[in-house]
């Protein structure tokens, strides 16, 4: 039996073409809310992203899809079509929230602002995401993932310390090859999109939120922006870090974190490494001389991860309380007796049976747990449902819209 | 202007460097008074550069002040039984308890959920750790490269062919704010409705396995682990960052279309781009990006970021800057958007700084106050708050309770 998420009651109208919106969208719906997700008739883009189960394109199972938009019902609705821009307006106005996520162009041109949405309905809260925000000199420019993590400053800073790179000037910035940028928008977005709901209840009316994925990126890195504010901006290839062993090495079969920073943690790694002749030299007598004497430390202790597997250093070094860690794959973490026991996967089953998984919740509610209250929609599979359920449509008046088949 | 959600709700943090520090900064930015509980014995940011004009001090230090503004300081010394007796005095009276020490300090204090629930039956706690507070692993020091690495985010990270890199910007813990700001608000919105509070536990590692899904998805599929493909796409091409001119200088581009590619190769002025087989789709173009790449190179080398950027964009294409964290700062467009704030404070003047990423009705909510000065709000709390008189509030101070 599934209980009453936080969000219980609430209704959203999702429309977008990024993973921002939908995964706003999405966390609203984890909470409770009853969410629609307006889909156009040919689908969402990231129905055709994959990956899918046997490499097998289909609609239905593309991974990041199925990930982005459980707790969503789907309604197909072409909202440029006039017959159907009314339903999708009628849907408005029944909704707490709509959630858009497009370039801010397309926001305008599809008339998605909230000035146009919520003159009848002043409850609704609006949640806007789009590259550069909707207001702005450069408001109007196009972008993605790339342009975001580049624009917002994570990218420059990547690789982050203890990681560093060998020729600033050609060893260009880096991401990551997920949809990072997406996700910080999406859960800020939610973020925005529940404090206007508690607004609203003070105030009584909704409002326009305009979310920009540039500062979405910039407002994780508060550290970073506070080195440039106080001091100037991080390079990329610092010299030391303060004190020091803080490296990210080559072991025997792949990299490592060694941090060994305060004297007890430097201590027990010399113990480790069978206290060294070295070990008691002048020059690494404080983490500050370690800093200073780095290029002639870091070969000496590539010695020692050299010799020993990414996994064997983790163990030696956490039974001492070093904080040591290797590069774990994909399936390292996946199957780590860690997130098993934690039972953070999802199980998932694709309809032609294959099994796998997808990345859980990561926030635990004692009262108002994470549920999966349904799988992701297939495409307008609740269309006539909602129709009905929300605006009283007539089974006629749904299949006059041409949106749903027979 | 949207009126503060949080006005009347006081928050008790015990927030250790980033994480929690800033999910409270944000509530407090939504109206929350918070009241930051410090013990001089263990401080972090405050004694961490970078600190104003070099200089080291508690009140100087950016790290500590740009996720600490418009806070209350309160110096306790949790190691005294009486410290602790007023660090539940201040949870009898707050709406929400948060910290991130590591597993089981607050409850070898007496400062655990089980242990505050008599005293607030209706308080919202949020205890956040790298590995969460259950599991084998919960006890493991992590900071956020370990918290990189373990996630796999570091194995979907690096340059074709090479090593799993770090992500900078230490953004395991803001992140990590963030799902806690939205449990947060939900918790206060479920409290609001039925009179309920409820303990929130956040794992860093599984916030960033969230950024996961289609590697984990092949990886329990069939066993596959993703490639490191360094900033290029499955089908976007060309999508990378590409020198300009001067030291260090980049742009990014990222294109979706056929339409997007003619216009970038017009500009561009590829040779024979019109006819070049090699170029005349994405299929085509992801077979030849090598060739590509260097062809962009050529041509945004010449030239200054802010110059690609435009020229393109007024083209249709998608392309962005590079910016490094003082180009953050000082981006026009940010500044004018009201993302960079810049509170005073009384040690250290006006420092630039980021605050929500978002708009409400075209103003930003919640202008950050200044950081607190350590100690700064003793005895409003412990006086005004907790109603300790004149001379007991002198004798906690003589012995080292409050500092």
Redesign the interface.
Same mark, same amino acid.
């Given at each position: 039996m599934l209980s009453e998420?936080?969000?219980t009651g609430l209704k959203v109208v999702e429309f977008t073409d990024q993973v921002a919106g939908s995964f706003c969208a999405r966390?609203l719906g984890d909470?409770g809310a009853d969410v629609v997700k307006v889909e156009p008739l040919n689908g969402d883009r990231y129905r055709r992203?994959?990956?899918y189960?046997?490499g097998v394109p289909d609609p239905e199972l593309s991974?990041?899809f199925l990930?982005l938009n459980s707790n969503k019902r789907g309604v197909t609705l072409d909202i440029e079509s006039s017959k159907n821009r009314s339903a999708f307006l009628d849907l408005t106005s029944e909704a707490d929230f709509l959630v858009v996520g497009q370039e801010s162009g397309e926001v305008e041109r599809l008339g998605l602002r909230r000035e146009l949405l919520a003159a009848a309905h002043p409850e609704l809260i609006v949640t806007s995401i789009t590259?550069?925000?909707l207001?702005?000199?450069?408001?109007?420019?196009?972008?993605?993932?790339?342009?975001?993590?580049?624009?917002?400053?994570?990218?420059?800073?990547?690789?982050?310390?203890?990681?560093k790179v060998g020729d600033?000037?050609l060893?260009?910035? @880096?991401? *990551?090859? %997920?949809?990072?940028a997406g996700?910080?928008?999406g859960?800020?977005?939610?973020?925005?999109s529940? /404090? #206007? @709901?508690? *607004?609203r %209840?003070?105030?009584g009316t909704g409002?326009?939120?305009?979310?920009?994925?540039?500062?979405?990126v /910039? #407002?994780?890195?508060?550290?970073?922006?506070?080195?440039?504010?106080?001091?100037?901006?991080?390079p990329?290839k610092p010299k030391v870090f303060?004190v020091m062993p803080n490296a990210?090495l080559?072991c025997q079969d792949?990299?490592v974190?060694v941090?060994a920073v305060m004297e007890a943690h430097w201590r027990n790694l010399m113990a480790l490494a069978d206290n060294p002749d070295w070990a008691e030299l002048e020059v690494f007598s404080s983490g500050v001389e370690r800093a200073r004497n780095w290029d002639a430390l870091e070969p000496l202790l590539l010695e020692w991860t050299m010799a020993h597997t990414g996994a064997e250093i983790a163990q030696l070094a956490?039974d001492k309380?070093?904080?040591c860690?290797?590069?774990?794959?994909?399936?390292?973490?996946?199957d780590?007796?860690?997130?098993t026991?934690?039972n953070?996967?999802i199980d998932?089953e694709a309809t032609g049976g294959?099994?796998?998984?997808?990345?859980?919740?990561?926030?635990?509610?004692?009262?108002?747990p994470w549920q999966l209250f349904r799988p992701a929609p297939k495409l307008g599979e609740h269309t006539a449902e909602v129709l009905d359920e929300w605006l009283g449509y007539s089974p006629e008046q749904i299949l006059a819209l041409g949106a749903v088949s027979a | 202007m949207s009126t503060l959600p949080l006005k009347g709700i006081r928050i008790a943090d015990f927030g250790q460097i980033i994480a929690v520090p800033y999910t409270a900064q944000m509530l407090a930015w939504l109206g929350a008074e918070v009241v930051l509980i410090e013990t001089e014995q263990r401080l972090t940011t405050r004694i961490w550069p970078p600190f104003a004009e070099a200089e080291p001090g508690v009140n100087r230090s950016g790290g500590f002040n740009l996720v600490n503004t418009s806070k209350m300081s309160c110096t306790l010394n949790l190691r005294d039984p009486e410290g602790v007796d007023l660090a539940k005095q201040i949870i009898a009276v707050s709406d929400v308890v948060m910290e991130n020490y590591s597993s089981g300090t607050m409850d070898r204090m007496g400062l655990g959920y089980d242990d505050v629930r008599p005293l607030r039956p209706d308080v919202v706690y949020l205890s956040l750790g790298a590995f969460g507070r259950t599991g084998p692993m919960k006890d493991l020091v992590g900071f956020h490269s370990v918290i990189n690495l373990f996630s796999g985010l570091a194995s979907v990270t690096g340059h074709k062919g090479s090593h799993p890199r770090i992500m900078g910007g230490l953004f395991p813990d803001a992140f990590s704010g963030c799902y806690c700001i939205l449990a947060m608000l939900e918790a206060l919105y479920h409290r609001a409705n039925t009179g309920e509070g409820q303990h929130i536990e956040v794992a860093m590692t599984e916030v960033l396995a969230t950024l996961l899904p289609e590697a984990v998805m092949e990886y329990t599929l069939d066993g596959t682990e993703p490639e490191r493909v360094g900033n290029r796409h499955q089908y976007k091409v060309p999508h990378n960052v590409f020198r300009c001119q001067g030291q260090e200088k980049w742009v990014a581009i990222s294109v979706e279309s056929d339409a997007q590619f003619q216009a970038l190769a017009q500009v561009a002025g590829i040779p024979g781009w019109a006819d070049d087989h090699r170029f005349a789709n994405a299929e085509a173009r992801l077979k030849h990006q090598d060739e590509l790449e260097p062809l962009i190179q050529e041509w945004t080398m010449g030239l200054q970021v802010e110059d690609v950027v435009q020229i393109l964009q007024l083209s249709g294409v998608p392309a962005g800057p590079v910016l490094d964290s003082a180009q953050v700062l000082a981006d026009p467009h940010m500044i004018d958007r009201g993302f960079v704030q810049s509170p005073n404070h009384r040690e250290v003047g006006q420092r630039p700084m980021g605050t929500f990423s978002w708009n409400v009705d075209g103003d930003r909510p919640g202008v950050p106050m200044t950081a607190p000065l350590l100690g700064e709000h003793n005895r409003k709390v412990v006086q005004e708050l907790l109603q300790v008189p004149d001379d007991e509030f002198e004798r906690l101070l003589a012995n080292g309770v409050i500092s």
């Open positions: 998420g936080a969000l966390l909470a992203n994959g990956p189960p046997g991974g990041l990930y590259p550069f925000g207001i702005g000199p450069n408001s109007s420019y196009l972008g993605d993932e790339l342009i975001a993590i580049s624009a917002g400053g994570m990218a420059y800073a990547t690789p982050g310390i203890p990681d600033p000037h060893e260009p910035p @880096l991401r *990551s090859n %997920t949809h990072m996700y910080l928008a859960v800020q977005g939610a973020v925005a529940v /404090a #206007a @709901l508690l *607004s %209840t003070i105030q409002c326009e939120i305009d979310l920009s994925m540039q500062e979405a /910039a #407002a994780v890195m508060p550290y970073e922006l506070a080195h440039a504010s106080y001091d100037e901006a991080k990329r303060g990210y080559p792949g990299y974190v941090m956490q309380g070093i904080p860690f290797p590069a774990y794959t994909v399936g390292q973490m996946v780590s007796a860690h997130v026991e934690r953070f996967m998932m294959q099994r796998f998984k997808l990345p859980g919740y990561p926030v635990r509610l004692e009262k108002t | -």
